[in-house]
């Protein structure tokens, strides 16, 4: 008996250790920020329509399953999280402070789970058009802003991939 206690109490600690750390790390400068950036051989004006147009956001966008224009400055996006299979979730856009073909900064939300902005900017430089995109997000429930550390990164991911879809696309298409 007295090694059932002893053992509770180590996996409490253990528990304690790495929910502290989490906080820690959540708590960190940065924290909830992706930013990436890609090159692709095409104008600025060519990848525009790419970035507002909802029927080409549900190309490249992974996860999506349907993008409608609820108006001339918000957009309904339904995702669906390939591993969790009919988990679907609505995300809200904005688009807040639009300069195009050059800039563009959305804030989005999904109801009771996050929120945030993302800045597109595009820099053309000779036939070749950079796209950064910097994003901060916002988690609503105490569980989801503990994990930020570990779904950070994944979202990273996401959004690099997103972003190679979107060159090869782009680069595909008749300009």
């Known amino acids: 008996m007295k090694a059932l206690k002893w053992l509770a109490a180590v996996l409490a600690a253990l528990l304690l250790v790495a929910a502290g750390i989490l906080v820690a790390m959540a708590s960190r400068p940065g924290a909830g920020t992706l930013s990436g950036s890609i090159e692709i051989s095409a104008s600025p004006q060519a990848i525009w329509p790419w970035l507002t147009e909802p029927d080409n956001l549900k190309r490249w966008v992974s996860w999506t399953i349907e993008a409608k224009r609820l108006d001339d400055r918000h957009l309904l996006i339904i995702l669906e999280d390939p591993g969790s299979p009919g988990t679907r979730f609505q995300i809200h856009d904005e688009l807040m402070t639009i300069d195009p073909p050059?800039?563009?900064?959305?804030?989005?939300?999904?109801?009771?789970?996050?929120?945030?902005?993302?800045?597109?900017?595009?820099?053309?430089?000779?036939?070749?058009?950079?796209?950064?995109?910097?994003?901060?997000?916002?988690?609503?429930?105490?569980?989801?802003?503990?994990?930020?550390?570990?779904?950070?990164?994944?979202?990273?991911?996401?959004?690099?991939?997103?972003?190679?879809v979107l060159k090869k696309l782009v680069e595909a298409a008749p300009h």
């Not at 900064?105 to 995109?133: C, H, K, M, Q």
């Open 102 to 164: 050059r800039s563009l900064t959305v804030r989005f939300w999904a109801a009771d789970a996050f929120s945030g902005d993302s800045t597109y900017t595009l820099e053309p430089n000779g036939g070749v058009t950079r796209i950064r995109v910097v994003s901060h997000f916002r988690y609503d429930r105490w569980f989801a802003r503990l994990i930020e550390p570990l779904v950070t990164p994944d979202a990273q991911k996401k959004e690099n991939a997103d972003l190679a």
